[in-house]
Every structure is written in C-alpha cells, then in structure tokens.
C-alpha cells in the first residue's frame, strides 16, 4: 500500500530560498504532496510558492496562516492537511531532500513515530553556528531532557523531522513558536512514542 506523504515547509519571508526548497524536496519524493505554511509572510513568498507549485505540476498548496509563530503555522497544517507521514523542514533551504530517504524509512516501516535529522552528525552544524550562547542552549536543554527520560538523544532542536499519523494526531501543540521542536520531543517521550535520531 503507498503511503501518502505531506512535505510541510513553514515559511516566514523566504523569497530567497523557498523556490529551491520546494524543488528539492519534490525532485527527492515526487510522489509526495508539499504544503507551504506562508506564515504571515510580507515578502513574495506566497506568490513564488504559488507558482513554482503551479508551473512544475507538484501537488500541494499554499496555506496561508495569518498568527505569527512556526508552531502556530504546524498546527494549522496538522489540522488541515490529512496524510499517512508528515515531513516537517524549514523553507530556508537548511534541509535537503537528498536526506529524506533515510529519515522516512523507519516510518515507513511503522516501527518509529518520530525520526529526528540530527544536524550534529558531522559536527558542521555546531562548528558554523555563530550565534552567542547558541550552542550552550541546545546542549543545556537536552542534557536536561536525557536526564529526565532516561534517553540520549543528540539534537533536540532539529527542524528536519518525519512523524507518523498517529504522533501527529496525537499531539496537541501548545506552544506558538520556535519552542515547537523541544515541545515535539517531549511529547514524544513523555506518551512513549518512538523516536530515533
């Protein structure tokens, strides 16, 4: 049986990128739907999304959603969007298709609910971030989060995700904003969801 696939890219003035990133994805799994959440967007990233979906013949739309926040945009995507496996990634061309066999894999198979792209695998991610105090954060907070669960989980904050129906249907999100992955991967622990990184 084919599994029906949602690519879902939240986007918040990503002109620059978005083209790109819808490409990529539908030249890596065209045989999956892919949604932009234009996030309240006051650049031409809903009207590029539009057209590039449009004139390539990819399935999927653009939503709009007008209340700020990525995880405000994610729950308006998990309520509307009906699939078997949700592909979540960021539309500034962070993440790329050519990763996403690997990471649907164990979804497909139906043995995990969450597979998490663990941006630390080859140390690029933690060596290229700038920003101040950046990298302390991600660490502190899961190295509270292993401790907590008994788990040894890599990079919580991770944009890049895969989740089956039934997590998806199962999580309620609370928060509104960037906080959207650590609250993700709680949820996931706490209801012993699987998950692998």
């Known amino acids: 049986m084919n599994k029906k696939i949602a690519i879902i890219l939240p986007s918040y003035n990503e002109q620059l990128t978005i083209e790109k990133t819808i490409l990529d994805f539908n030249q890596h799994c065209c045989d999956a739907s ?3 959440i234009d996030n309240n967007s006051s650049d031409d990233t809903k009207r590029i ?6 004139e390539n013949n990819i399935t999927g739309e653009v939503i709009f959603v007008k209340r700020q926040g990525k995880a405000n945009a994610m729950k308006t995507a998990f309520s509307r969007i009906n699939a078997d496996i949700y592909v979540m990634a960021d539309a500034d061309h962070t993440y790329f298709g050519q990763d996403l066999g690997k990471l649907l894999s164990p979804v497909l198979s139906g043995e995990y609910d969450l597979v998490v792209g663990n941006r630390f695998t080859d140390s690029g991610y933690e060596k290229e971030n700038k920003r101040l105090f950046h990298n302390f954060g991600n660490n502190l907070v899961r190295k509270i989060i292993n401790l907590l669960f ?5 990079d919580i904050m991770s944009g890049y995700r895969v989740l089956s129906r039934n997590f998806v249907k199962n999580y309620p999100v609370m ?4 906080e959207l992955e650590t609250e993700m991967t709680l949820h996931c622990l706490d209801k012993k969801f699987n998950i692998i990184e």
């Open 34 to 36: 892919v949604y932009v």
């Open 49 to 54: 999304a539009n057209l590039v979906i449009k």
């Open 175 to 178: 928060c509104e904003g960037f």
């Open 150 to 154: 008994n788990s040894d989980l890599k």
